[in-house]
């Protein structure tokens, strides 16, 4: 309920942030990620094959000074990964399956006609229910994904780090949209020097920005 009213109360900001400023934007966007869980135990990496999800989102267009924009969004992110594994009679994929609602904030320096931007900004991923789907010699069960802080548990919940951003404005208000996110928390349940989980992800999304009247 706290992540619900924390995702309404920065929708509602949102848009008061439109209203207060005559040449803002607000638009939506839609695209596919490529994501990974890159993991570290006992020092040695065990990163999976990056796995490809959804997302989609509501972005706003803030102009601060003649080349420079603040450029906020909330989305809906698909993340995890696949990992593969076989023995002489037995073939395995286990699939991580992590949605979280992730609000970034970036900050844009645009060419002079706005058709190009470039950017970078935190942001913070609030966690929704997830799951692991695994598949083997093709019958596939599904069960929870579980967030805490315990060796029962498979990840942390919330997370945050850096997000970097390339835009291009099309014609008609539409927008093709390149952009990297790394992960900074430590997703580990149990937290020591030589274990480490953390996320990537790559995403391309196309927008619409509504004209402000």
Do not use: C
Not at 4 to 33: D, E, M, N, P
Not at 93 to 116: M, Q, W
């Amino acid at each position: 309920m706290k992540k619900i009213l924390s995702i309404l109360t920065v929708s509602v900001l949102f848009f008061q942030l439109q209203a207060y400023s005559q040449k803002s934007r607000v638009g939506v966007t839609a695209g596919i990620t490529m994501s990974n869980l890159n993991e570290k135990i006992n020092g040695v990496s065990n990163n999976g094959d990056s796995k490809s999800g959804f997302t989609a989102g509501l972005v706003l267009d803030v102009p601060i000074a003649k080349h420079v924009t603040f450029m906020p969004s909330l989305n809906y992110v698909q993340k995890g990964r696949v990992e593969n594994s076989s023995t002489q009679f037995t073939t395995t994929k286990v699939t991580t399956v992590i949605n979280y609602a992730e609000l970034p904030f970036n900050f844009v320096y645009t060419n002079t006609n706005r058709s190009f931007y470039v950017g970078a900004g935190p942001y913070v991923g609030l966690n929704f229910p997830s799951k692991v789907v695994t598949e083997t010699n093709g019958a596939e069960t599904e069960r929870e994904l579980k967030f805490g802080k315990t060796a029962a548990d498979d990840v942390r919940g919330m997370d945050f780090g850096g997000n970097f951003i390339i835009g291009f404005m099309l014609k008609k208000g539409f927008t093709l949209v390149f952009n990297y996110a790394q992960g900074i928390r430590d997703l580990s349940p149990v937290q020591k020097n030589d274990n480490r989980i953390n996320t990537t992800s790559f995403g391309i999304k196309v927008g619409w920005f509504l004209k402000n009247k």
